[in-house]
Structures are given as structure tokens and as C-alpha cells.
């Protein structure tokens, strides 16, 4: 069992930069894949970037590629996503998520999620 809390979110122009935290409770957090998935209003839950337990393979969404990064910290039950040049059509709840059970950009097979941190980039 893993529960997963996020932090980080606020209000922020265009532009600007901004760190979310996922901190994970639960012995086998190093034996978890690791995801962040965003939804904006209205809209269908969607893939950010993931990293694989190692921390050295990292996948994106093209939207994001080269503006976030992802990262954990295995001795500290933590992952990261560090957003930089934040545009508008980034603003949305970010959700932290752990082990998937089918393919990484694949929000269904999660099987467990925090409850999200609000993200907005005003133009």
C-alpha cells in the first residue's frame, strides 16, 4: 500500500517556474514506476512525464518536453517535477501516481493516486 501527497501548486504568471512534490509513504516506493498525470476542467485526465523506479528512464508528453522534468529521490519516498516556462494551457489539477499496471501513459492502470495539487498559469 502507498499513499501518495502532493505539494507545490499555487498561482503563477507565464513564464515562470514551479516545483511539485509527491512525497510516498510505504517501504517499497523504489519498487514503483512513478507518474504525474494533470486534468483540466473539463477535460479527460492526461499523461505528464513518468519515471521508472531506477530514476534513470524518463518519459514525457510532447506538450511538456523540454520544459518539465521529472525526478525521485528513492532515500527519500519523494518525486518531483520541476516545470519551467509555464504557459496558460498548463493550468490544472496535477496528480501524483504509482504503479502502473498497463502502460505508463495509461491514467486507468494506476493504482494509486494523491489527491492532486491546483496549478495556475495566468496569461
Known amino acids: 500500500q502507498v499513499q501518495l501527497v502532493e505539494s507545490g501548486g499555487g498561482l503563477l504568471q507565464a513564464g515562470g517556474s514551479l516545483r511539485l512534490s509527491c512525497a510516498a509513504s510505504?517501504?517499497?516506493?523504489?519498487?514503483?514506476?512513478m507518474a504525474w498525470f494533470r486534468q483540466a476542467p473539463g477535460k479527460e485526465r492526461e499523461f505528464v512525464a513518468a519515471v521508472r523506479r531506477s530514476g534513470v528512464s524518463t518519459y514525457y508528453a510532447d506538450s511538456v518536453k523540454g520544459r518539465f522534468t521529472i525526478s525521485r529521490d528513492n532515500a527519500k519516498n519523494m518525486v518531483y517535477l520541476q516545470m519551467n516556462s509555464l504557459k496558460p494551457e498548463d493550468t490544472a489539477v496535477y496528480y501524483c501516481a504509482a504503479d502502473p499496471r498497463r502502460a505508463l501513459r495509461e491514467y486507468s492502470g494506476y493504482n494509486y493516486w494523491g489527491q492532486g495539487t491546483q496549478v495556475t498559469v495566468s496569461s
Open positions: 510505504g517501504r517499497t516506493f523504489s519498487s514503483y514506476d
